[in-house]
């Protein structure tokens, strides 16, 4: 029998008097079964409506079309398993058990899955939410920081136990082994968005001389995978921190294809968590290998300055004059009148007494005394005035050879100038001469699509001496090639020019001189 049957029995009118009287648990109990039973597990397609989410952790939410509404529900358990969570506007299929709450005579969805209603709807609420941050200037090109060269602590920000950090950390391995900071996270699911974050604040609140050394740069890393499996990485949560961190952030989100919003906040975008990897560090052998390649360039730069400088030197040094060369003259002049100062005083001597010998006798011993005396004092006078000279004489020499060395600085200073000039002069026309030279010469002009003839050691110019020729050699820019002359049936000896003697030849006085031919 029905639950909602009247049971009126054959005496029952139409008040029923003789039915059962029902509480309202058992008509509650009674409507969840019905509802239960008749439906179970369905998939309902709807737009989200007013969403709410308390501190239990519980998503309350309605499903809507146009004319009707149905109440849903997500248990906390549920919420965390959802690959994407539903938002009000978005248009989902929701998965579930439809069920009443007896508190409230109402019925109701309880939602475990998630899905949107085509990647269109999905794509439309992504391309709303990336204008948005836009517009905000979290894409801003000017915000971006470069990345370190080489720095020395990466941050790692992944899932532990997938093949992206194993990928990540064999290509640095490869390239240059650095510090690697893991922080493991979910890289899917609920719980992704929130770890990411909290991963990239992590790591920038780091001080940078604590006991765990703050990284010079981050790297959030992940396989490729659905739009739903990466929506993580669109959440606007994970696009701020990105957009704050001021450590310099690669985002490789992905397979080349893929795109989050993650890869528009971040400083670069890496194809690839092992492209993240090579953009991370250079190659540690190319850079050994340049250095050393620098190194030996370096080496070989200075010891050829250093010789071109030894020689320059030497070659100024032999141009210039010796300082004794000047001194010299001086020094003689000296030494020639200190030599003749000795023997002009004995020759002075020698004269007065002379003088005094023929009128010895003609003076008294009184005459004498005071002669001699007064010529003592004479002689005293003049001694001393021979000596002052002898001084003022010593003195003009001094001046004399301190003015000269003066002099002689003087000009082997201008004619050191002078001659570096003439050495930097002679330098470059010696440089323009070589490069007329090399312009000039007949290399160049082989070069040219011009050739030489030739017989033997000697030059051909003229077909009439190359059809003597049983063989000719005809040398073009890259090298020689021997031809032999139709007509000519045996070679005629080449005589070598240090053997030939060259024939005398009358030159006229107004012919200009012979000009030999190159070709």
Not at 308 to 327: F, T
């Amino acid at each position: 029998m029905d639950l909602f049957e009247d049971e009126s029995g054959p005496g029952g009118g139409p008040n029923g008097g003789n039915a059962h009287d029902y509480t309202v648990s058992e008509i509650s109990g009674a409507v969840k079964r019905v509802i239960e039973g008749e439906f179970g597990r369905v998939r309902v397609r709807g737009e989200v409506g007013r969403v709410s989410r308390p501190r239990s952790g519980h998503m309350y939410f309605d499903l809507k079309d146009d004319r009707s509404v149905i109440a849903a529900v997500s248990w906390k358990g549920q919420v965390d398993r959802m690959p994407v969570v539903p938002e009000e506007g978005m248009e989902v299929i929701a998965t579930g058990k439809l069920t009443t709450f007896p508190g409230q005579s109402k019925y109701q969805l309880i939602v475990d899955t998630v899905e949107p209603a085509g990647a269109g709807a999905l794509m439309a609420m992504l391309e709303a939410r990336k204008k948005a941050l836009a517009a905000e200037g979290l894409f801003d090109a000017r915000h971006k920081q470069p990345l370190p060269w080489l720095p020395k602590v990466i941050g790692v920000v992944t899932s532990p136990s997938g093949a992206v950090i194993r990928d990540i950390l064999h290509r640095l391995r490869d390239r240059f082994p650095r510090h690697v900071l893991i922080w493991p996270v979910a890289v899917q699911g609920q719980n992704c968005a929130s770890e990411v974050a909290r991963a990239i604040r992590g790591f920038n609140a780091m001080a940078p001389d604590g006991p765990i050394p703050r990284p010079d740069l981050l790297i959030v890393a992940r396989g490729g995978g659905s739009i739903e499996d990466l929506w993580g990485f669109n959440e606007e949560i994970v696009v701020r921190a990105a957009y704050e961190s001021r450590i310099p952030l690669i985002s490789a989100v992905g397979h080349e294809t893929d795109t989050t919003l993650i890869d528009h906040a971040s400083d670069k975008r890496a194809p690839t968590p092992t492209a993240a990897a090579e953009m991370a560090v250079p190659v540690r052998g190319e850079l050994v290998v340049w250095l050393q390649d620098a190194g030996a360039r370096m080496g070989r730069a200075v010891r050829a300055r250093v010789e071109i400088q030894r020689q320059r030197h030497s070659d100024l040094s032999r141009s210039l004059g010796r300082p004794e060369a000047v001194l010299d003259p001086v020094r003689q002049r000296y030494d020639w009148w200190a030599d003749r100062l000795d023997p002009a005083l004995r020759g002075v001597t020698l004269r007065k007494r002379s003088e005094f010998g023929r009128i010895e006798a003609r003076l008294s011993p009184g005459l004498l005394t005071r002669g001699l005396a007064e010529q003592g004092r004479r002689l005293e006078g003049l001694s001393t005035r021979l000596l002052a000279a002898r001084a003022r004489n010593l003195d003009l020499a001094r001046m004399r050879n301190a003015q000269s060395r003066e002099r002689l600085d003087s000009l082997s200073l201008r004619m050191t100038q002078a001659q570096l000039r003439r050495t930097q002069q002679l330098g470059e026309r010696l440089e323009r001469l070589d490069r007329m030279r090399q312009t000039l010469g007949y290399a160049e002009t082989l070069k040219r699509g011009y050739a030489v003839v030739r017989a033997g050691e000697r030059v051909v110019t003229t077909a009439a001496a190359a059809a003597d020729q049983a063989m000719l050699q005809i040398e073009f820019a890259d090298g020689a090639l021997p031809v032999a002359v139709e007509g000519v049936d045996a070679p005629t000896p080449i005589e070598k020019p240090a053997e030939r003697k060259a024939p005398k030849k009358s030159v006229k006085k107004d012919d200009p001189p012979e000009q030999g031919s190159l070709f």
